[in-house]
């Protein structure tokens, strides 16, 4: 049993003749007769009584013609919703986007998607990688930027990006005496720095805590800020203690006011940059498409030099055009 078999029942229970409906259907008559031989024979009934005058249905066929064009009109509301997801994208999306990377991307992103995606509503949540590797799985956002160097339970993640973490401090001044000959920090002299960054739970502690420990050097921890970058800025800003972040986040700061960073080397201290959703829950057709335009702003970025990672996986994104 088969859709055909269905559009042609019910072009001849309408046409009432074989032939007619043949015309109709723009195929030939014994095509059509084969077909519904084929289908009363899996029914085990007789659908229509064969006369000189035309085709009538049985009691048997009028029942079936019922269930009949039931499924066609299903199938044709099914098709004419797909058709409006194929002319557009439509819907709610929510993007998490870490606070070192929210300055960067959130208006290009909310920009471009209200371009090229203008049915479909966005939301930017802005917060810590560890707060929004928790939103995902309760819905609070469909995909996200997250920092993670090993998989997530319940997350799948789809590696971009790995960057270079940086020392970041108020004024030349106090960067001067901690550089080497290359302009850069050597990791064993961050032990005794005042140091703020957020709690171990989180991305980037993990990050950095994993390579000091590896070469025996601590941090003298000021405070703990389980808070977006910019208030971990400010407190470098009003304190005079140092931060470690990516370049990404001191990217689009006013010159007054800006902090000063250096590579911190011997060794480099990596993050992986990661877009997560949540395993076993299909992205929607929307979302896919500003989870590629995420992507591409990102490519982007990298391409104007500034930010140098020492290794992606977006040579080739580029961004969408609409359909």
Same mark, same amino acid.
């Given at each position: 049993?088969?859709?055909?078999?269905?559009?042609?029942?019910?072009?001849?229970?309408?046409?009432?003749?074989?032939?007619?409906?043949?015309?109709?259907?723009?195929? *030939?008559?014994?095509?059509?007769?084969?077909?519904?031989?084929?289908?009363?024979?899996?029914?085990?009934?007789?659908?229509?009584?064969?006369?000189?005058?035309?085709?009538?249905?049985?009691?048997?066929?009028?029942?079936?013609?019922?269930?009949?064009?039931?499924?066609?009109?299903?199938?044709?509301?099914?098709?004419?919703?797909?058709?409006?997801?194929? *002319?557009?994208?439509?819907?709610?999306?929510?993007?998490?986007?870490?606070?070192?990377?929210?300055?960067?991307?959130?208006?290009?992103?909310?920009?471009?998607?209200? #371009?090229?995606?203008?049915?479909?509503?966005?939301?930017?949540?802005?917060?810590?990688?560890?707060?929004?590797? #928790?939103?995902?799985?309760?819905?609070?956002?469909?995909?996200?930027?997250?920092?993670?160097?090993?998989?997530?339970?319940?997350?799948?993640?789809?590696?971009?990006?790995?960057?270079?973490?940086?020392?970041?401090?108020?004024?030349?001044?106090?960067?001067?005496?901690?550089?080497?000959?290359?302009?850069?920090?050597?990791?064993?002299?961050?032990?005794?720095?005042?140091?703020?960054?957020?709690?171990?739970?989180?991305?980037?502690?993990?990050?950095?805590?994993?390579?000091?420990?590896?070469?025996?050097?601590?941090?003298?921890?000021?405070?703990?800020?389980?808070?977006?970058?910019?208030?971990?800025?400010?407190?470098? #800003?009003?304190?005079?203690?140092?931060?470690?972040?990516?370049?990404?986040?001191?990217?689009?700061?006013?010159?007054?006011?800006?902090?000063?960073?250096?590579?911190?080397?011997?060794?480099?201290?990596?993050?992986?940059?990661?877009?997560?959703?949540?395993?076993?829950?299909?992205?929607?057709?929307?979302?896919?498409?500003?989870?590629?335009?995420?992507?591409?702003?990102?490519?982007?970025?990298?391409?104007?030099?500034?930010?140098?990672?020492?290794?992606?996986?977006?040579?080739?994104?580029?961004?969408?055009?609409?359909?």
């Amino acid at each position: 049993m088969n859709l055909k078999q269905f559009r042609y029942f019910v072009a001849i229970a309408e046409q009432h003749s074989f032939l007619q409906a043949a015309q109709v259907l723009h195929i *030939s008559q014994p095509s059509v007769s084969a077909q519904i031989k084929l289908l009363e024979e899996e029914l085990g009934v007789q659908l229509f009584e064969r006369r000189f005058d035309g085709a009538i249905l049985t009691p048997e066929g009028r029942d079936f013609l019922v269930h009949a064009r039931t499924v066609l009109d299903a199938v044709e509301t099914a098709t004419s919703s797909m058709r409006v997801h194929q *002319s557009a994208e439509v819907g709610r999306v929510a993007v998490g986007i870490p606070g070192s990377l929210t300055a960067l991307l959130t208006v290009p992103l909310v920009q471009t998607v209200q #371009r090229e995606m203008p049915n479909v509503q966005l939301r930017v949540v802005s917060g810590l990688s560890g707060h929004i590797a #928790r939103w995902l799985p309760d819905g609070t956002v469909d995909l996200g930027l997250v920092y993670a160097t090993s998989s997530v339970p319940g997350l799948d993640l789809e590696w971009v990006l790995d960057e270079n973490l940086y020392l970041a401090a108020r004024s030349p001044q106090e960067l001067h005496g901690l550089l080497d000959a290359d302009a850069q920090v050597p990791a064993s002299r961050l032990a005794g720095l005042p140091m703020v960054l957020p709690g171990r739970e989180h991305g980037l502690r993990t990050v950095v805590d994993a390579a000091l420990d590896r070469i025996g050097i601590g941090l003298q921890m000021v405070a703990e800020l389980d808070a977006p970058a910019e208030q971990l800025k400010e407190m470098v #800003r009003r304190t005079g203690c140092f931060t470690i972040l990516s370049l990404a986040a001191v990217q689009n700061e006013p010159a007054a006011g800006a902090l000063v960073t250096a590579r911190i080397v011997r060794p480099t201290i990596d993050r992986r940059v990661s877009i997560a959703h949540t395993s076993g829950r299909p992205l929607s057709r929307a979302a896919r498409r500003v989870n590629t335009i995420l992507k591409a702003l990102l490519a982007q970025e990298l391409a104007k030099g500034w930010w140098t990672p020492s290794s992606h996986a977006l040579n080739k994104v580029q961004l969408p055009v609409a359909p």
